[in-house]
């Protein structure tokens, strides 16, 4: 049996499940509201003796009011197409995927290219802390995630794009030998995507490395996924392998796979509906018994308008869909 190595850019593990992890550290809020005396101390003792998790949680991207997905709904409805094309299927198909030791490559238009051990990396970001942002899946479906990495906009720093550097192109994994999607022509591999520098760095961007401060699993992306919560989903590019700053927009692979339904930018849009589906509403999964839940509206830029919206003021987003 091989024995799992802790990984330096994970959280500390602790005894319990991440979701019971998570809730005991979120009674500190709920006694808070509730105005009871000393509530937040006597909380905060609890989650020492839990291990301190969460260790560095983001108080600026925690809304209260955000309920996030059971961990096992988060872990087991995936699309990642290297391991199956049903959303059952990422989970047992990846299980035994060992992605590490993990290179990642830093390259293209920038001053400090490099190849880069994706600990070494992590360290060099200054760890990890969560942040529990909303997650809308083009289908129309939606979970609340609380994710641990690091800004995407700390790695553009330490890459230093030069002034030509226009967008940011992130090239995922290929290693048909040990990923079966791969073996088939489903999509045109490696996936791909990309961002506009200037949304790479914005302040909601984020490079996931955790779940409810856990390693991320296989089937979210591991060891490094994007995380854009103004977008739909698929610009989320899982188990990254490669981000090079480029002048040219680069191509995404739901564009080149069918350029009619999927365009570069992706932004949430109730107003901007899917050839072959309303936008308007979503589904929350886990939200009720069963997978899908309660309906809700579906909100503009998925509800991150005060961070984004000055990045698209000259856009025409019914065209740049
Ligand atoms: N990344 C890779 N490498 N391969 C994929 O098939 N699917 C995308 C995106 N990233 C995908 C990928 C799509 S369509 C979505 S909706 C999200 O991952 C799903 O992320 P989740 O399974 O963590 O919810």
């Not at 553009?156 to 992130?170: I, M, N, Q, R, T």
């Not at 489903?186 to 506009?196: C, F, K, Q, S």
């Not at 929350?284 to 961070?307: A, C, D, M, W």
Request: glycine content about 8%; charged content about 25%.
């Amino acid at each position: 049996m091989l024995i799992r190595t802790p990984k330096d850019w994970a959280l500390r593990e602790s005894a319990a499940t991440p979701e019971k992890i998570y809730r005991l550290s979120h009674r500190r809020d709920f006694l808070k509201s509730l105005g009871v005396a000393g509530a937040a101390f006597a909380a905060r003792d609890l989650l020492a003796a839990t291990g301190g998790f969460p260790t560095k949680l983001n108080p600026a991207y925690r809304d209260a009011a955000l309920k996030p997905t059971p961990y096992d709904f988060i872990t087991s409805y995936n699309n990642f197409y290297e391991f199956g094309t049903d959303k059952a299927d990422p989970k047992p198909n990846a299980a035994h995927w060992k992605p590490e030791p993990w290179t990642v490559e830093i390259s293209g238009l920038c001053d400090a290219p490099q190849k880069i051990d994706v600990n070494d990396l992590v360290a060099k970001m200054g760890g990890v802390e969560q942040r529990i942002y909303r997650h809308r899946c083009v289908e129309a479906w939606s979970m609340v995630i609380p994710w641990d990495g690091f800004p995407l906009a700390k790695l553009v720093a330490l890459a230093g794009p030069k002034s030509e550097a226009k967008f940011v192109k992130f090239t995922t994994v290929l290693d048909p030998k040990n990923i079966p999607g791969q073996r088939e022509g489903t999509l045109d591999w490696p996936y791909v995507e990309g961002l506009r520098l200037d949304e790479a760095m914005n302040e909601l961007a984020f490079i996931a490395t955790g779940i409810y401060g856990q390693p991320i699993p296989n089937q979210n992306g591991a060891p490094l996924r994007l995380v854009t919560p103004w977008k739909y989903g698929f610009k989320g590019a899982k188990s990254i392998a490669k981000i090079e700053f480029v002048a040219k927009q680069p191509r995404n692979t739901w564009n080149i796979m069918a350029p009619d339904e999927y365009g570069f930018y992706a932004n949430v849009n109730p107003r901007v509906d899917h050839p072959r589906w309303s936008q308007a509403s979503e589904r929350v999964i886990g939200g009720g018994s069963g997978v899908f839940g309660s309906r809700q509206r579906t909100l503009l830029f998925n509800g991150y308008e005060k961070q984004v919206a000055a990045l698209y003021q000259s856009l025409n987003l019914e065209k740049n869909y």
